[in-house]
């Protein structure tokens, strides 16, 4: 039966695991949890193949618990029926060490099925995601839960993973694989920190050296035909896109055209178009808005024809939107206003639109009321008249701050000038 060279080679003590220093270096807090023998309710978070299937069962080897494995994509309440029934028999003594992967595709049923057994603690649960937890895991879960944050690997942390590989490949194939430190950090590198993806890339290096010779020089270019396409690690609903997406805005909100440039180049490297094209179109209004108020309309010009274009050229006309908006003057005042107006209508905060500036075009408005003390501001010098035009519950509030950038500086003064005059 075929088994994988990345199961073959998995490793059997935390010493032997590469990566995740923060919770598994000498004095990390998961690692003198695991010491102890204690072990308590976790989930484990982060992308595939980075190491939290491998530690779970490290800690199941230190635990005198039955290892149950159960991954939520297939499995239901009648599995978990008959994990329970063996609770405090002669099969569990101890109690159940449960390794639940893909915890997020269970429904609230599902987790709920568990609390009982969790509570009374016949079952650890060591539940694992890819997805944030917070979003995804149960609040019932989660608060009798502590999670832990994987992440991925360096390619300097990957190096050893992909040493070993080569070593397991050459002894159980009889062909020693020769690669060269360059070979090796290419093949880590290209796994986006995926220890699984690294190992399977040396894999299908041994399967494809000929069983006829005693050795075999690894070349770049047989490493680039089995390498991933990227590096990057993308999932269009998952945490990977909203957190690309916000180190885009945030780039440019921080005016660093090299920054923004490299978190588009990754939208567009997974083909992400619609979304990097919408969040440029937010950030015009949103960070650049009134100091550069053009901006817009430049930006709204790209985007249309990047759409026009596709993939690859698109990257171009996105690429002249993003530098333009991040070494523009920025303003959020616009934003920060419509926001507050938007709280105080969410919050209740209305109240009658005074009368004179209600609708009066229709026969009867006059017995109404409406309209009657209306002033018609381009009759007034610099089309301006003092009156009231918000509710008088809200009369006084003020939404718009002028920004301290140039153009709205010199609006504030024009303003300030015409208002003095009447």
């Given amino acids: 039966m075929y088994r994988p060279l990345a199961d073959k080679i998995r490793p059997k003590s935390l ?3 590469v990566g995740q220093r923060h919770l598994l270096g000498k004095g990390a807090m998961l690692r003198r949890i695991i010491e102890s023998g204690s072990i308590p309710n976790m989930i484990f978070y982060g992308p595939s193949g980075i190491g939290k299937t491998t530690l779970a069962n490290i800690i199941a080897q230190q635990t005198d618990r039955k290892l149950y494995k159960l991954n939520a994509t ?20 101890g109690g159940i060490l449960l390794y639940l992967d893909e915890i997020q595709y269970f429904n609230k049923k599902q987790q709920q099925s568990l609390l009982e057994f969790i509570e009374n603690g016949s079952i650890t649960l060591i539940a694992s995601t890819t997805e944030n937890p ?18 991925p690997l360096t390619t300097d942390e990957l190096i050893p993973a992909v040493r070993r590989a080569f070593a397991a490949a050459s002894a159980e194939s009889g062909v020693e694989l020769v690669a060269s430190d360059e070979i090796c950090r290419n093949i880590a590198w290209g796994s986006g920190g995926d220890v699984r993806k690294a190992i399977n890339a040396v894999e299908l290096l041994a399967a494809a050296a000929p069983a006829d010779v005693k050795s075999v020089v690894i070349s770049e270019e047989d490493v680039a035909q089995v390498s991933q396409k990227s590096a990057m690690r993308y999932d269009r609903e998952g945490d990977a896109h909203y957190d690309i997406l916000s180190a885009l805005q945030k780039s440019v ?30 950030m015009a209004s949103e ?19 990047a759409l026009q274009l596709g993939l690859p050229e698109a ?12 070494t523009a003057p ?37 017995k109404l009321g409406r309209g009657l003390t209306y002033q018609y501001p381009h009759d007034f010098p610099g089309s301006w008249v003092k009156q ?20 709205e500086q010199a609006t504030k003064r024009y303003w300030n000038q015409i208002q003095d005059k009447s």
């Fill in 15 to 17: 010493d032997e695991m």
């Fill in 74 to 93: 297939t499995a239901g309440i009648a599995d978990i029926k008959a994990m329970t029934e063996e609770i405090g028999s002669l099969l569990a003594p």
């Fill in 287 to 305: 960070d650049v808005g009134l100091a550069y108020p053009q901006a817009i309309m430049i930006v709204k010009a790209c985007v249309d024809s």
């Fill in 134 to 151: 917070y979003f995804y895991v149960y609040n019932a879960i989660l608060s009798r839960c502590t999670v832990f944050e994987f992440k």
């Fill in 315 to 326: 990257q171009l006309p996105l690429a002249q939107a993003v530098v333009l908006m991040a």
């Fill in 330 to 366: 920025k303003s959020n005042s616009a934003a920060k206003g419509i926001w507050a107006a938007m709280g105080d209508v969410a919050a209740g905060k209305t109240g009658e639109i005074p009368a004179h500036i209600k609708d009066a075009h229709y026969q009867g408005a006059q």
């Fill in 388 to 407: 009231q035009y918000l509710p008088d519950e809200i009369a006084d509030v003020v939404y718009y701050e002028y920004g301290h950038n140039k153009l």
């Fill in 253 to 282: 909100r921080g005016s660093d055209p090299n920054a923004a440039l490299h978190y588009l180049a990754r939208l567009l490297t997974a083909g992400d178009l619609p979304s990097a094209c919408r969040r440029l179109l937010v």
